[in-house]
């Protein structure tokens, strides 16, 4: 893997020092990683700061391990793209992003490999054409003022809330043509009970099992029960009429995939 992010072609820093079977990276002390994980509070971590001292150190790859969980972290946008487009075959998504994500995307293109992986790209292709941005990119202004006209002077906003509730509201108006203001508050509060779940077993050394009856995971089980109940009314009663020279999703978004690709058999774990 290690020899194929490397192109000559590429106009990338010197990763590799003489002698050395890896990139250069930080060295991470697994024993205190699980003691910070145990005290957050006490050891308090910020991944985005760690991300980005790595890039600023190390250039375009970064190579540490914690534990037996060995990481590569790319700072190239050249070799990003080799990975997600000129090679995604030759590459397959960490079992720790499934496991952290597993539960909320279910087996989606965030999770999926190979030929599963390419069956909904194909699926989901049309939607993401050249043609279409222009219409995501005013749905996206329209729900981020309207955000900000709820705003109120000296008024404390959590903004992790305010931009998952706006980023949900802009996926499903532009993919499904459902309005989720309605739900906004519910469902924000929603979205980051999950996402804190997920946070949390990708960033912890120690995996405590989903089956586990924990706070969290509790807490993350009635936010996806509740979270699914939302999405299936929205979308049943979503309706795009179709516009001449677009591609748009129609009131079945499962018609309007079997449409695109026949006789391909969606799940509704797909579907979701």
């Known amino acids: 893997m290690k020899r194929t992010l490397i192109s000559s072609q590429l106009p990338t820093r010197k990763v590799f020092e003489m002698g050395r079977e890896y990139p250069a990276g930080p060295k991470i002390n697994f024993l205190l990683a699980i003691i910070g994980q145990m005290l957050p509070k006490l ?13 600023r150190q190390f250039g375009d790859i970064a190579y540490y391990r914690v534990g037996p969980l060995r990481v590569y972290q790319l700072n190239s946008p050249e070799l990003i793209r080799q990975i997600l487009v000129e090679r995604p075959e030759k590459f ?19 999770t999926s490999d ?18 279409q941005l222009g219409r995501y990119a005013d749905i996206m202004v329209t729900h981020a003022l309207r955000l900000i006209d709820s705003f109120q002077d000296r008024v404390v906003r959590e903004i992790n809330a305010d931009m998952v509730k706006l980023t949900l509201g802009v996926v499903v108006k532009s993919l499904f043509g459902a309005d989720f203001t309605r739900q906004a508050e519910e469902t924000g509060e929603l979205m980051m009970a999950v996402l804190e779940a997920a946070n949390q077993r990708l960033s912890s050394a120690i995996q405590v099992p989903s089956w586990v009856p924990t706070r969290r995971n509790l ?14 009314a929205s979308l049943k009663n979503a309706a795009l009429p179709p516009s001449a020279g677009t591609i748009c999703f129609p009131c079945s978004l499962r018609q309007w995939m079997k449409r695109v690709a026949p006789g391909c058999r969606i799940s509704n774990s797909a579907m979701r």
């Open 114 to 131: 190979g030929d599963l992986w390419k069956q909904q790209r194909k699926l989901m292709q049309p939607a993401f054409n050249h043609s």
């Open 219 to 232: 807490q993350e089980k009635r936010a996806l029960a509740r979270i699914e109940t939302l999405l299936r």
């Open 43 to 55: 050891f308090p971590f910020d991944p985005l700061a760690f991300a980005l001292e790595n890039a």
């Open 92 to 110: 397959h998504k960490p079992l720790f992003i499934k496991r952290g994500f597993g539960r909320f995307v279910g087996n989606g293109l965030f």
